[in-house]
């Protein structure tokens, strides 16, 4: 849709950027990788304000894609503490010109923006023998609500403090809180059972500049307190770690069924790591929906890759996918549209799925 201008406070910047400094348990030896782009908030809140505010040195990078210039980076000044997106941090494990050694100093590395993928999560701890730890929230929140954080031994009492649980996005900072609601009436959901996601905390932004209508749209206030509608479905596990299902936006109605994307892409992702059809440990895709005559919407898969349309579909035909599972179209693309802070562009890519067809 039409970009939003989000109005952030000083109070929610610092309140952020402390939040993301404890955290993130920043030591008088760190240095931090400034290789996000500043125009987007988890570069400029995590990798730009709070090592400020910190008096942290920053290892600046201007391109987030050029992975083996940061790595040199890194090596270089030992750099710490990397942030990055899934896509970015896939350009890692991929350039074979990067050596283990090169990121051997790192300590902690955050990957937010968007869901981190198993395989490059996995594919990340085989290549570099670093644990990524996959963050939530929003430019609404500054952005950082919640994030995965190594465990802790208390070595008085010998209690391990779990601090990670690979497939969510961890627990709110401190300061943070979550509620799980009914998307239509905002009634408060049990633990395991998925909902939109409310956010509540010192760094949930004033509103969006000049738009009183939709600023009312996106925060509600519930017992005195104002909570950030995300707009994201999911769930509390019965330790309190996020887990994100899928945008409401991005579910496919075909048939009065409601589908979500994110499961036809993990689907498909399934299939192909069966074979050995690619050389790749994931390949990159994006389905869509787009409108349908006959069942009102369809789901049209993007991939860019080097398979056949046909041979695609083949396998997912052959394998026990589910039928509503099923993508309508298969369409090869050069590549699949990011903008320039590594999220997926999801109106190109709707709009290239259309020319396509």
Request: with cysteine; charged share 25%; net charge negative.
């Amino acid at each position: 849709g039409k970009p939003k201008g989000v109005v952030l406070s000083h109070r929610n910047i610092i309140a952020n950027c402390v939040q993301v400094s404890y955290v993130l348990n920043t030591r008088s030896d760190d240095v931090i990788v400034g290789s996000l782009p500043l125009f987007h908030s988890f570069g400029l809140t995590v990798t730009s304000f709070m090592p400020l505010l910190e008096g942290i040195p920053v290892v600046c990078h201007p391109d987030p894609t050029d992975v083996l210039g940061t790595a040199k980076a890194i090596a270089r000044h030992k750099a710490t503490v990397l942030c990055g997106t899934s896509t970015f941090l896939r350009l890692y494990v991929r350039n074979q010109k990067i050596h283990p050694l090169m990121l051997q100093s790192l300590r902690v590395v955050v990957a937010g923006a968007e869901k981190l993928s198993p395989e490059v999560r996995d594919a990340f701890k085989l290549k570099f023998n670093v644990d990524l730890f996959e963050g939530y929230g929003a430019t609404e929140t500054t952005p950082v609500a919640s994030v995965n954080i190594p465990d802790e031994l208390d070595d008085r009492y010998w209690h391990v403090q779990r601090g990670q649980k690979n497939g969510t996005v961890g627990l709110p900072l401190p300061g943070t809180a979550f509620r799980i609601v009914d998307p239509h009436t905002l009634e408060k959901l049990p633990p395991q059972e998925d909902g939109l996601i409310l956010i509540a905390g010192t760094q949930v932004m004033l509103g969006y500049l000049n738009d009183a209508e939709k600023t009312e749209q996106a925060i509600v206030e519930i017992d005195g307190q104002r909570w950030y509608k995300t707009g994201d479905k999911g769930h509390l596990d019965e330790d309190g770690f996020l887990v994100i299902v899928d945008r409401y936006s991005r579910f496919a109605k075909i048939g009065g069924e409601m589908i979500s994307l994110a499961a036809v892409e993990e689907a498909v992702q399934r299939v192909i790591a069966t074979t050995s059809i690619t050389p790749d440990y994931a390949i990159d895709l994006l389905a869509v929906n787009i409108p349908d005559e006959k069942k009102g919407e369809r789901i049209v898969l993007l991939y860019a890759a080097n398979i056949d349309e046909d041979d695609l579909r083949k396998m997912m035909l052959a394998s026990d996918t589910l039928a509503l599972m099923m993508p309508a179209e298969y369409v090869q693309v050069p590549a699949i549209p990011k903008l320039g802070s590594g999220k997926t562009d999801g109106v190109a890519a709707r709009r290239l799925a259309l020319d396509a067809l």
